[in-house]
């Protein structure tokens, strides 16, 4: 039998600069960005009042709460980013770590976060999760 589940996204966006170390072009160079970010989360259970995965309004408050901490920053000044490259790809991998913790409170685990610096291309991540059958 197949695992069922259901899948939530929630989207919002952050201002902040950046330069892309090692870069071989102009993004090596400080400039700024729109940063848009899709969270998806998922679960397998329906709450038994409302049949809801979870509030809409609790998963973009998190998400806020992480986007904070990036927002009107230069991200090569505050960490992790002051040691790794502020890339779409990191800047996924930081928000989808720094989340995870908050929208567990809500019974729902972390599928994955893209990040876009156009509205034309993103980076995703997201970390595979072993299923164990017993």
Not at 19 to 44: D, I, M, T, W
Not at 54 to 62: G, I, P, R, V, Y
Not at 126 to 134: P, R
Request: with cysteine; net charge negative.
């Amino acid at each position: 039998m197949a695992a069922s589940f259901w899948r939530l996204a929630v989207r919002s966006e952050f201002s902040a600069s950046h330069a892309l170390r090692h870069y071989q072009g102009k993004c090596e160079n400080p400039h700024g960005h729109n940063f848009s970010v899709e969270a998806v989360v998922q679960g397998h259970l329906l709450s038994e009042d409302t049949e809801l995965l979870a509030d809409f309004s609790l998963l973009k408050h998190d998400l806020k709460t992480v986007l904070d901490t990036l927002d009107h920053k230069d991200l090569n000044s505050i960490p992790p980013f002051d040691r790794i490259n502020p890339s779409s790809e990191n800047l996924s991998r930081h928000i989808y770590r720094a989340l995870a913790p908050l929208v567990a409170r809500h019974g729902v685990r972390m599928h994955s976060v893209a990040v876009g610096e156009k509205s034309a291309q993103s980076a995703a991540y997201f970390e595979a999760v072993e299923i164990v059958s017993g």
